[in-house]
């Protein structure tokens, strides 16, 4: 409907656009492999975030540092949904809902409310920098999706996520900790969504105690438009990222139409429900 819209200036705006969904839905692939689920992450993203710009801004700590403090503090708050979920037997929506409330609370308190400015101008590369015409944030989430791959593939830990997720029970039975295993899949989900606060907060140049919300969404449906399956026990690592481009192209579209973000909020909550929709029809019907 928009002329040129195929153009790689476009594509590569998408693609950026894209990121940092992309990198939160690799992290929340894990998670419901294993039948579980992460309310968490965009907020955790936005405490990530102000924890970052705290120790930059305020503390003088270097970039590289703060850039650790960031995924630190999304480990750590994986990690506590992770105990919560696995050994104090709370429903992952009920830990990760309460997580999701701590942590935006908590980036509202460090940042007293305000978005934070001031990064150093190296900061900035990081979305903004390109690596032979192509913008450094493609390079991040190519560089994480073999990450994930590889962990889901090609470890102990990806196996027993498929496993735990088919079927926890039987995984217990067969002398497997799924215990440990479940703290662990939350504590990758936090580490991509501390990632991924880096790669947001260079592009809008700033930290924003309340730019996370509603990133969780986007996150579990780029996740489901992939062909991960809300029931656990299957998953495509791939899918996850081009889910987050279709939701990023949607964003996109909707902007350059012109169309109202109410109307936009609208448009992606039907697209959450269809997703959703059809993913139950497939677990009920495997031959569709």
């Excluded at 809300?230 to 998953?235: F, I, P």
Aim: hydrophobic share 50%.
């Amino acid at each position: 409907m928009y002329p040129g819209f195929l153009s790689v200036s476009n594509l590569s705006t998408i693609g950026v656009q894209a990121s940092t969904r992309a990198i939160l839905a690799l992290g929340i692939t894990v998670v419901i492999i294993s039948g579980g689920i992460d309310l968490s992450v965009g907020t955790v993203m936005s405490a990530s975030m102000v924890t970052m710009g705290v120790f930059i801004l305020y503390f003088g700590v270097n970039t590289v540092t703060g850039i650790l403090v960031a995924i630190i503090t999304g480990t750590c708050a994986g990690l506590v949904n992770g105990l919560l979920i696995s050994y104090g037997r709370l429903p992952p929506f009920i830990a990760t809902l309460g997580m999701l409330g701590i942590a935006q609370g908590a980036a509202l308190v460090m940042s007293k409310g305000y978005s934070m400015y001031g990064f150093p101008e190296s900061f900035q590369f990081i979305a903004a920098g390109e690596i032979v015409g192509i913008p450094f944030p493609i390079f991040a989430v190519a560089g994480a999706t073999l990450l994930v791959h590889s962990l889901l593939y090609e470890t102990k830990v990806g196996r027993y996520a498929f496993a735990i997720g088919g079927n926890e029970e039987a995984t217990r039975r067969a002398g497997i900790s799924t215990n440990r295993y479940k703290v662990s899949f939350y504590v990758i989900s936090g580490c991509f969504a501390g990632i991924a606060s880096v790669v947001l907060s260079s592009r809008i140049n700033s930290a924003h105690p309340g730019i996370g919300f509603g990133y969780e969404l986007d996150a579990i449906a780029a996740a489901v438009i992939g062909g991960n399956s809300l029931r656990g026990g299957k998953g495509n690592v791939l899918g996850s990222v081009i889910g987050a481009l279709i939701m990023a192209t949607i964003r996109y579209s909707l902007n350059i139409l012109g169309i109202s973000s109410f109307w936009q909020q609208l448009a992606l909550g039907v697209v959450l429900l269809v997703v959703v929709y059809f993913d139950q029809m497939r677990a009920m019907n495997p031959a569709t």
